[in-house]
């Protein structure tokens, strides 16, 4: 079984500067999706990035980018530009490609989480 | 429209109680799931369906009961709860990846914050 682990329960950071989150992932499979999601007091769970095990180049969407080494399965998020807005839980995610399971699939494999605060 | 709408957002219950939560998506996704979250915790698998079938079921109590009456709507139904069972519960929605391999990201409602009295 795949398992997810986020080593930062909670990070801080300042308005304007960068952090990085923490992502490790235990897997047999060659091929899989990685995802980061955010989820702040509103309660709904965001896409922030996704990235297919497949691709060696790096997921990039505007202030938010991740470092995926694949060899040590390590999958972490850089959020350049920290904005107030930003403050959120954020949850690292497996999933497994298609496949003939029976739905293994669909499940999605979350971290704990990790609260980032930004302060100004 | 990107949108996973879920109803009502906010729901007290007594342990005798009867009720429904309700979930709809008009983006033609045909896997659609439950999830059951505790506070600062992930959000844990309890369903999934695909092409409204019941594909996955994680071994949840049987006073949780799921329906998927058509492609866009995924309905919950609650009877006889815990107040263990009090948590936030959000539906999420994705491409079946027959059609597609790559879109394989749920989107997810808001949630309903469930509280059993």
């Known amino acids: 079984a795949q398992t997810v682990t986020q080593s930062q329960p909670e990070m801080s950071v300042q308005e304007a500067e960068t952090v990085t989150l923490s992502c490790t992932y235990d897997t047999s499979e060659s091929d899989y999706y990685l995802f980061w999601y955010k989820q702040p007091p509103s309660r709904q769970m965001i896409l922030v990035i996704r990235?297919?095990?497949?691709?060696?180049q790096n997921a990039t969407e505007n202030r938010f980018s991740v470092n995926f080494q694949k060899a040590a399965k390590s999958f972490s998020l850089k959020i350049s530009d920290s904005q107030l807005g930003d403050a959120a839980m954020y949850f690292c995610?497996?999933?497994?490609?298609?496949?003939?399971?029976?739905?293994?699939?669909?499940?999605?494999?979350f971290g704990k989480g990790t609260l980032l605060t930004v302060n100004p | 429209d990107t949108e996973v709408t879920q109803t009502p957002k906010h729901l007290v219950m007594g342990m005798t109680n009867k009720k429904s939560l309700k979930c709809e998506q008009h983006?033609?996704?045909?896997?659609m799931y439950w999830y059951k979250q505790k506070a600062k915790k992930p959000p844990e698998l309890m369903f999934v369906?695909?092409?409204?079938?019941?594909?996955i079921n994680e071994s949840v109590p049987s006073r949780f009961s799921p329906e998927c009456p058509n492609s866009s709507l995924l309905n919950l139904h609650l009877h006889a709860l815990q107040p263990e069972d009090s948590a936030l519960y959000l539906c999420a929605s994705s491409q079946d990846w027959w059609i597609s391999g790559m879109n394989t990201e749920a989107f997810f409602g808001q949630g309903t914050r469930l509280t059993v009295v």
């Open positions: 990235q297919e095990a497949y691709k060696q």
């Open positions: 983006m033609g996704h045909r896997a």
């Open positions: 995610a497996y999933r497994s490609p298609q496949s003939n399971s029976g739905g293994s699939n669909y499940k999605l494999t």
């Open positions: 369906y695909s092409y409204e079938k019941l594909s």
